[in-house]
């Protein structure tokens, strides 16, 4: 048992392993859903020549509109795909990298623009703004 890599690693000396506790610019906090993670842990080998990144957009829309609740780090997590893609080497296969990073913050947009919060409330009295109080408020939902 002692032998294998995996239990050594778990059970190493805890003075060997402080040079590794602080975390890496990589291993920071993910935000987004798990297809946003899944899409970020990939951003290295990600190519955006053949347009890949719309799928990841448009696939994610989906994912998004089925459940929005579960969404709401989701502008953050492609502002923070936007970054890695702007600031990574070019390649010939990461031609459209600058397309890549205009939809990715336009799409973080879009997401924060739709989950935004709806206030129940409005700001003045309703019997100020119309002249006659008005006993209720209706507000639509978003989709």
């Not at 987004?32 to 994610?60: K, W």
Request: net charge negative; charged share 20%; aromatic share 10%.
């Amino acid at each position: 048992m002692s032998d294998d890599p995996s239990y050594q690693h778990l059970h190493s000396n805890t003075t060997s392993d402080n040079s590794t506790t602080s975390p890496s610019t990589e291993q920071r906090k993910s935000y987004g859903c798990a297809y946003l993670q899944v899409v970020r842990s990939q951003m290295e080998d990600y190519p955006t020549t053949n347009g890949e990144y719309l799928d990841a957009i448009f696939t994610h829309r989906e994912i998004l509109y089925s459940y929005p609740a579960g969404h709401y780090e989701c502008a953050r997590a492609f502002s923070e795909i936007a970054y890695m893609l702007e600031k990574r080497a070019w390649r010939a296969d990461r031609e459209a990298d600058i397309e890549a990073v205009t939809a990715f913050r336009h799409e973080a947009w879009v997401i924060a623009s739709s989950l935004a919060p709806v206030p129940t409330k409005p700001n003045e009295p309703a019997s100020s703004v119309m002249g006659s109080g008005a006993p209720f408020v209706c507000t639509m939902p978003m989709m």
